[in-house]
Structures are given as structure tokens and as C-alpha cells.
């Protein structure tokens, strides 16, 4: 909190505004840090971006500063045309998606996750002899843009 204070009151040369980004906000505490973090955030020429899993442990005051946008995960079968790109550029055919969605539903939204599952029916899909024969390059996947994370952003307080 001592560094975004001080960062808060000097003079930006390279932007109007300071740009503050704290992730999972929802771990400071809400006594000590939030309160104070509720105080810096009056500070004029200052934007915090804000992420929090747990909008009710966040200060009210805090939250009356911000904008808050939800993001919900996207619903597994979003993820069937990604999952499908992965196993075509490894080279494997793309089965059913009744065989996919058990696969994807277990990641529970984690894009990490549904990549390396989809990595890993690939070689086994490979390894089956279900291979994907193609004539052009492999695309490059499209990822859903919905985050699986509660976020939100604090107003921007005109410099005087």
C-alpha cells in the first residue's frame, strides 16, 4: 500500500493518468489494507483496475468507486470450436461433441486446462491412428471472450 500511495501523489510525465492494477483485491484486508486502498483511490489523476472473485469481500466503498463488470465463465459448449481446432492442428480427427463435452466440462472454464486436455486426446487420438488430414495450416484457436472472474474498475478522476 506504502508504494501505491507514493506512486498515487507524484507527477506522471508519461501519461495523464497513474494506472494501478491489483489483482484478487479480495485478499487484502479488509480492516487495514482496503480502508486505506478506499483513501488512495480519491486521489485525482488515478485509475486501479480491480479483479476479485468474491465481490462481498470487497469494502462498499471501495465498490461505490468502481465499475463493476461481471464476467461469468463461458458455458462448456463454447469451448467445442477451440477444443476442435486443437485436436485438427495436432493432427487428430475431431470426434462427437458428446465425446468432447465430459472432457471440457471437467476444466470448469480454465482455458489453460481445456487446451492441455485437448492436447492430450490428441496424442492418444494420434497414437489410435484418428488422424486429420489437411492440405492447409493449422488455424489459430478462438478463445470465448468471457473470463471466468469478477471484475471491476475504479472511476477516473479528472486532474484539476
Known sequence: MNNIETASLTVNICSQFHHFIIDECDNLSRNLHQKRLRNIMNVSGCIFYLTTNHLHRIDGGIASRCHIIDCDAAPPHAWLSLFARVLQNNGASVPSASVLLPSIYKCNGSVRDIISEA???AVFLVAKGHTFQTTSAPVAPIVPTV?????FSAATRQVP
Open 119 to 121: 492436447q492430450k486426446l
Open 147 to 151: 473470463m471466468n472472474r469478477m471484475q
